[in-house]
C-alpha cells in the first residue's frame, strides 16, 4: 500500500502527539475520521505506550468498543471488549533497577502493575491517570515482573541520562529514552510497537502491504519501519519524520484525519 493505494485494512495509531495533544481530547475531525475507518471494516488499533488503564479514556473518546490495542509500547495486548490483557510480555526488572540505582541513586523509578497501576519510589510528573499508585521501597519495587520500569532523574538533564545509558548493559532488556527531559522506559528486550503489531498482523491475516501506521515519538521507530505504509506527524523528531514514507500535518491541525480521509470519510 502507497498513499494513494487501496484501502489500509490494519491501522496502528500512537496516542500522545498523534491522535491528541496531552492534556487535551481527540479532536472531532480526528474521531469521525477514525470511525468512518473502522465503520469500512478497517482494525483500527491504538498502539500506545500508555498503560491500558490510560489508554481506556482514549479508546472511549474513539467509540472503538471492541478489537485490539496494544499498550505499554507493545508490551500489553489488550482486548478492547473486555477491558482485559490478553497477553504481556514481562520482565524481571530488578537487574535493571540495580543497574539504574548505581548510576543514577536518585532517580525515581515505576514499575507498572498490569490492569492496577503502579508501584513508585518517590513522586513524578505525570500527564494522564495511572490507576492505583503506591509508593514501595526498591526491594518491592523489582519484586516483581513487570512489562515496563521507568525512571525520572529529578536533578538530571538530558545529557547526564544520554551519558548513564551508554553505560546500561542488562542482558534481556531493552530502553527508550524518552523525548522530554530525563526519561527512561525499559523492557523486554525485542518488545516495541512493530513486534506486537506483526505478532497482530499474522493473527488477522492482513497482508504486509495493507498496514498503515501513523506515529510521532521515538517509541514509534519499529512501528513505522514495520507498517507497508508510514507517517510521522509534522510535529514528530527529525529523525521520526526521516524515517516515515511521509509527513503528515501537526497533531494541532488533525495529521492523522488528513491521511485517514483519503480512504474513509
Known amino acids: ?52 488503564l490510560s489508554a481506556a479514556p482514549v479508546l472511549a473518546e474513539l467509540g472503538l468498543l ?67 499508585v503506591r509508593v514501595v521501597d526498591h526491594d518491592l519495587l523489582g519484586s516483581e515482573h513487570t512489562p515496563r520500569l521507568s525512571g525520572w532523574w529529578p536533578g538530571g538533564t538530558d545529557a547526564q541520562m544520554a551519558e548513564l545509558l551508554r553505560e546500561f548493559d542488562v542482558p534481556g532488556t531493552a530502553w527508550i529514552h524518552g523525548d522530554f527531559g ?3 522506559t525499559v523492557s523486554r528486550h525485542g518488545v516495541s510497537k512493530g513486534w506486537a503489531l506483526e505478532q497482530l498482523r499474522q493473527t488477522l491475516e492482513v497482508p504486509p502491504e495493507a498496514t498503515l501506521a501513523i506515529g510521532d515519538h521515538l517509541n514509534d521507530r519499529e512501528m513505522l519501519a514495520w507498517a507497508g505504509h508510514s507517517v ?19 497533531v494541532l491541525d488533525d495529521g492523522v484525519a488528513l491521511v485517514l480521509e483519503r480512504w474513509f470519510r
Do not use: Q
Request: net charge negative.
Open 1 to 52: 500500500m502507497d498513499a494513494t493505494g487501496g484501502e489500509p485494512r490494519l491501522i496502528a495509531l500512537d496516542v500522545d502527539g498523534t491522535l491528541l495533544k496531552s492534556g487535551s481530547p481527540v479532536t472531532r475531525r480526528v474521531v469521525d475520521a477514525v470511525r468512518a475507518a473502522v465503520a469500512a471494516g478497517a482494525h483500527v488499533v491504538v498502539t500506545t505506550g500508555r498503560s491500558m
Open 66 to 132: 471492541e478489537g485490539h490495542a496494544l499498550c505499554s509500547n507493545g508490551a500489553v495486548h489488550l482486548d478492547v471488549a473486555r477491558g482485559e490483557a490478553l497477553a504481556v510480555a514481562d520482565f524481571d526488572p530488578l537487574p535493571a533497577i540495580t543497574a539504574l540505582r548505581a548510576g543514577a541513586p536518585e532517580m525515581v523509578l515505576a514499575v507498572e502493575r498490569v490492569g492496577v497501576g503502579m508501584w513508585v519510589t518517590g513522586d513524578g510528573p505525570s500527564d494522564y491517570p495511572l490507576g492505583h
Open 182 to 184: 530525563p526519561w527512561l
Open 232 to 250: 510521522a506527524m509534522a510535529n514528530a523528531p527529525a529523525e521520526i519524520r526521516a524515517a516515515a514514507d511521509e509527513v503528515t500535518a501537526d
